[in-house]
């Protein structure tokens, strides 16, 4: 990797993992625990699955504005950091009132939109597929740091909400840093902004399709693995540990994926990683109080995350000339509308059946590799 120093505002490399850090951390919080937070205060499952949607929704929504209205400069991704910030501090005022912290999600997601893509593109330009992992494992290593952190100390909504907002404060500040480093990446997204207009996402449908089903698949474990393990009588800090242990196996996947992307093709990598949902799924679906189990299960989450994640996003980035759009359009179909309506349907299955629930998602994993199989055959696009 060029230009690693001590130095974050001189080292790309540093700055990127400084800020992957504490976003994911972030995430961490908003993913890990707010759901239990919300369910200590009275919300039903279906209030969380329809405040799990909000955030997920607007980054979907996002990209289409960008591709018809805004181009996502320096000025724009600065707004959309100090936004998040502030909006995590509103949460403190809306928390105990269903719609004033549904609104506030929805801006909490409008405000995310615009940050990940923008850097994802600097690490891609400046690290490349190759080192990429080695740079983003900082976001995985945060993202367990603040699991093991708050799992063993977490007591009350105020800790939770603070953690947040530490979290999303040093995030707009390494984010600022960040962006001292898009000189060249704003000079290519001029070259194609003109033509934003010819953004195709049904040439290649199928493989949008299936980005979306996949992240779908995820709505089960983001939104009621932690509720769902705990009413199996696992304990809340013994969850804690199984997130980690995840969050572990994605990290030294990151460490050693370059030789993968490399050497195999990207789109049998994300048939293979794919197919590590399903089995994944199942496992949970059938074996919540088997510990063993579960650490297989999360094991998975080298594949089915790490692997696919980074696949995905160079795929993306191969597919098309509007770089930064494209990645929102990733993110937005994925994260976004996979986000919400994986959230929306597993609000709704887990209070009728919580491992039906994981089941449904195991077979919504195998529709997502059968639309990949399907994008291969029509021979789209090879890497």
């Avoid at 707004?79 to 502030?86: D, E, G, R």
């Avoid at 100390?153 to 600022?176: E, K, Q, V």
């Avoid at 969050?247 to 990683?273: A, D, R, S, W, Y």
Wanted: with cysteine; hydrophobic share 55%.
């Amino acid at each position: 990797m060029k230009n690693l120093t001590l130095n974050p505002f001189k080292s790309v490399a540093l700055s990127l993992s400084l800020f992957y850090f504490f976003y994911f951390a972030m995430v961490g919080v908003y993913v890990i625990f707010m759901p239990k937070v919300l369910k200590d205060l009275g919300y039903t499952s279906v209030e969380i699955g329809a405040i799990y949607t909000s955030a997920p929704l607007m980054r979907f929504l996002l990209p289409f504005i960008f591709k018809r209205w805004i181009k996502l400069t320096n000025r724009v991704f600065y707004i959309s950091l100090i936004a998040t910030a502030l909006i995590t501090a509103l949460f403190f005022i809306t928390i105990n009132n269903f719609w004033l912290f549904l609104l506030a999600n929805f801006a909490f997601g409008g405000a995310m939109g615009a940050v990940l893509p923008f850097v994802e593109i600097i690490a891609l330009e400046h690290i490349g597929k190759e080192n990429y992992g080695r740079v983003r494992l900082w976001g995985s290593i945060g993202f367990a740091a603040i699991a093991l952190v708050l799992g063993g100390i977490l007591n009350s909504y105020i800790m939770a909400l603070s953690f947040l907002f530490a979290m999303a404060f040093l995030t707009t500040i390494f984010g600022f840093i960040v962006a001292r480093f898009d000189k060249n990446v704003s000079i290519k997204e001029q070259t194609a902004k003109s033509s934003n207009a010819s953004f195709s996402l049904y040439k290649y449908w199928a493989f949008w399709v299936s980005i979306f089903l996949f992240q779908l698949s995820f709505g089960a474990f983001y939104n009621f693995f932690t509720i769902y393990e705990t009413s199996n009588g696992i304990p809340l800090n013994v969850v804690s540990y199984l997130w980690i242990f995840g969050v572990t196996c994605e990290i030294v996947m990151l460490i050693f994926q370059g030789p993968l992307l490399k050497n195999f093709n990207l789109l049998t990598l994300l048939i293979l990683t794919t197919l590590s949902g399903v089995f994944r799924w199942l496992l949970i679906a059938f074996y919540p109080e088997n510990i063993t189990l579960m650490l297989i299960a999360q094991a998975t989450h080298a594949l089915s995350f790490a692997l696919y994640y980074t696949a995905a996003i160079t795929y993306v980035y191969t597919l098309y000339k509007q770089k930064q759009l494209a990645q929102q359009f990733f993110l937005g179909i994925s994260f976004g509308l996979g986000g919400a309506v994986g959230a929306i349907i597993s609000g709704l299955i887990y209070k009728i059946s919580p491992s039906g629930l994981f089941i449904f998602e195991a077979f919504i994993a195998l529709l997502a590799a059968l639309f990949l199989f399907i994008h291969k055959r029509r021979k789209e696009y090879v890497k």
